[in-house]
């Protein structure tokens, strides 16, 4: 595969993902898009890439499979057959450690239907953790819209408010 096909088939599968995800918001419906296999399949892949550990519970905490499911549910016929097979043939695998570690190695130059899955699914992981709760909360510890007048982390004295500081906030029809 030459790099404008890569770069051709990776900017596709994006935009097919993001038309997905965008109709998928836009709808209210529940549903199921993966079969119990899949679903089974999906947790083992989600739990490899993005682990519980002491922070969070991981991709399987956040519920990541819920949203892919959801996002494929809506998505275009292409993107869909792409993740049934993906899912499918991963679900093949004898030793998934060792299937799944064969795709990883070919990330950056897939050349396979196998290894251009393993793209779609790293990012698909990836994008519903660091936007759910779990991962913005637990993993990445991000507290909102705060205002820290003395960070903890930086312990110059130039570095600190002024005593009796308070930030002027501007007002709606100034910003």
């Keep these: 595969m030459t790099n404008e096909s890569r770069r051709s088939f990776l900017m596709t599968a994006v935009a097919l993902w993001q038309a997905a995800s965008i109709r998928a918001q ?3 419906q529940r549903g199921r898009f993966l079969n119990p296999q ?12 993005i682990p ?7 991709a399987v905490g ?22 049934r097979n993906g899912l499918d043939s991963y ?3 004898t030793d998934l450690d060792t299937f799944l570690n064969k795709q990883a190695r070919a990330e950056f130059s897939p050349a396979t239907e196998d290894e251009r ?9 990836t994008e519903g ?16 819209m705060t205002f820290d007048m003395d960070p903890s982390g930086c312990t110059h004295a130039d570095h ?13 029809e100034k910003a």
């Design 117 to 125: 899955f393993f793209v779609l699914l790293k990012a698909a992981v």
């Design 26 to 28: 836009q709808q209210k």
């Design 62 to 83: 956040a519920k990541v499979d819920e949203y892919i499911d959801f996002v494929l549910l809506h998505a275009d016929p292409p993107l869909q057959a792409a993740w």
């Design 91 to 93: 679900g093949r695998a």
């Design 160 to 172: 600190k408010a002024p005593a009796g500081y308070k930030p002027l906030l501007r007002s709606a």
């Design 52 to 58: 519980a550990d002491e922070r969070s519970g991981g």
């Design 38 to 49: 899949q679903h089974q399949v999906l947790l083992r892949l989600m739990d490899r890439l």
């Design 129 to 144: 953790f660091y936007t759910s709760e779990e991962g913005i909360s637990k993993e990445l510890g991000y507290q909102g």
